[in-house]
């Protein structure tokens, strides 16, 4: 299972390239901080598919977790970017782990052989 650190305060920073036409990026799990207070969304290309807000207030402490789950359902759509998406430019970092899937070939249905 892939993992990526994440140090940026770049609205929009791809996180993970696309990859083609039939695969797409599954979130299995994520841990960030934050430099001060932010709302952070992770985005398939432009399409927010999750959001939450992070700070290091000293009376909200924290960040973001996501634990790793290969269940997890945070995907982008096939042959799409994750990126990620800050309200501010607040420095966040971290680390992301994910994997790529792929959809079944043409002629295949789940389970059973056409």
Do not use: Q
């Not at 990026?25 to 901080?33: D, E, K, P, W």
């Not at 995907?75 to 309200?87: H, I, M, Q, R, V």
Request: with cysteine.
């Amino acid at each position: 299972m892939p993992s990526i650190l994440i140090d940026t305060s770049t609205d929009g920073t791809t996180i993970v390239a696309a990859p083609d036409a039939f695969n797409h990026i599954r979130v299995l799990g994520l841990n960030l901080t934050a430099d001060d207070a932010v709302t952070v969304s992770l985005k398939s290309n432009s399409t927010t598919i999750w959001k939450t807000y992070a700070t290091n207030n000293p009376t909200t402490p924290g960040g973001i977790v996501i634990p790793t789950d290969p269940n997890n359902t945070i995907d982008c759509a096939p042959g799409e970017a994750l990126k990620l998406g800050l309200s501010g430019a607040v420095a966040v970092a971290g680390t992301l782990e994910y994997v790529i899937l792929g959809r079944p070939p043409i002629g295949l249905t789940t389970g059973a052989l056409v």
